[in-house]
């Protein structure tokens, strides 16, 4: 047991518990924000952790780049370089060499791409993954997959899953075990059900720490998502994490909760907070738009964050028509508080059996602005 997952309550499929690492306790379900290049943008890591998070996510894509592994591990590891000694996990590079390298090659060793920074070109396997993420001090460390793109025929979807499998074995033979430090694996299989189930099986029989859900909010859609999850969350073991990858808006949290998620990694709270755009429980909010100009009121009423405590929506609004780089770091402190606030009240409704209740509520006020042909889950 390199890991400890205790669950403490279930209600329907969702699960409230404890997650045990070498870096402490994080507690589930969990929302990770996103510290890409071993920083979330325009917050202090004090900030972060006052917001409530017990984990952070890094990238190994960029990090590898820039400043490298190497580099990281000879000033002490990636806790202390960014002064954050709570856990972290690292994606394994895949998805971003994907997304933003050039000229990329894949090949069963791996892909071969040329760095989008300087056209520089690397080789990423399942073993440098591994080498790079155990360099960089990753609590969770994520097994190298390809994530398959969507939209994508049967047996490109087939194709994709069986070589990320097998790279999948390679990652678990290159990780290196140590107590506190876990190792997930990742299912794939675009939409097809028959696919996910293969891919939970081969990863069950290779043995994971925890296991994700990958290739999901790739476009596909609320509706499909949940989908997805339903026919793969019974295919995994009950008694490991589970985390959907790159997901999502509150919504989407909430409805993956109740369909056995438990951990979740999203840019939108802090991108979106860089862009002006705040979550509220009265949904999303423009803080550029015009009816804010003059509005006295914190932007949520009740929410703990510096942002609400002691600032108007006026001064946000203004704070972001001058451009002032104030608005992006109390518009990412706000959602990342909300984001957390969410968790916190998802975590305490599962342990008193009224999830359920807590999902109408949320979604009633938060969904009440929203135009009624986009509320259909
Ligand atoms: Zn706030």
């Not at 919504?251 to 979550?279: E, H, K, L, W």
Request: hydrophobic letters at 40%.
């Amino acid at each position: 047991m390199v890991i400890n997952f205790k669950i403490e309550k279930k209600e329907g499929l969702a699960r409230t518990g404890e997650l045990s690492t070498a870096h402490g306790i994080i507690r589930t379900p969990a929302f990770m924000p996103v510290g890409t290049a071993a920083t979330v943008k325009a917050m202090l890591p004090e900030s972060v952790k006052e917001t409530g998070a017990d984990i952070l996510l890094g990238n190994t894509y960029h990090l590898m780049l820039r400043p490298t592994a190497e580099l990281i591990a000879k000033h002490g590891g990636l806790h202390k370089f960014m002064n954050w000694d709570k856990p972290i996990l690292t994606d394994s590079g895949g998805f971003q060499v994907m997304s933003l390298s050039k000229l990329r090659k894949i090949t069963e060793s791996g892909v071969t791409f040329q760095s989008h920074l300087d056209g520089t070109s690397y080789d990423l396997t399942p073993e440098r993954s591994m080498e790079i993420q155990h360099l960089l001090g990753s609590d969770i460390t994520m097994a190298f997959d390809e994530c398959t793109p969507f939209p994508a025929t049967e047996e490109q979807a087939r194709i994709s899953m069986e070589l990320s499998m097998r790279w999948a074995e390679r990652s678990k033979n290159a990780f290196i075990a140590r107590e506190g430090y876990a190792l997930f694996g990742i299912v794939q299989g675009g939409v097809y059900p028959h696919l996910r189930e293969k891919s939970a099986t081969a990863l069950k029989s290779i043995g994971f720490d925890g296991y994700a859900v990958g290739g999901l909010a790739v476009g596909e859609g609320q509706k499909l998502m949940f989908d997805v999850l339903d026919v793969t969350t019974p295919h995994l073991p009950d008694d490991k994490p589970r985390y959907l990858m790159g997901v999502g808006k509150p919504d989407d949290i909430i409805g993956a909760v109740m369909r056995g998620i438990d951990m979740f990694d999203c840019v939108i709270p802090t991108r979106s907070g860089r862009n002006a755009r705040a979550y509220t429980d009265a949904g999303e909010q423009n803080i550029m738009n015009a009816k804010f100009k003059d509005d006295p009121k914190p932007l949520m009423e009740g929410c703990p964050c510096p942002s609400c405590k002691s600032y108007s929506r006026a001064y946000l609004n203004h704070l972001f028509r001058a451009d002032e780089m104030l608005g992006p770091m109390l518009l990412t402190w706000h959602n990342l508080t909300f984001y957390q606030t969410l968790m916190s009240g998802i975590r305490a409704a599962i342990a008193k059996n009224q999830l359920a209740e807590f999902a109408h509520g949320f979604l009633t006020k938060y969904r009440a602005n929203i135009k009624s042909d986009e509320k259909e889950i």
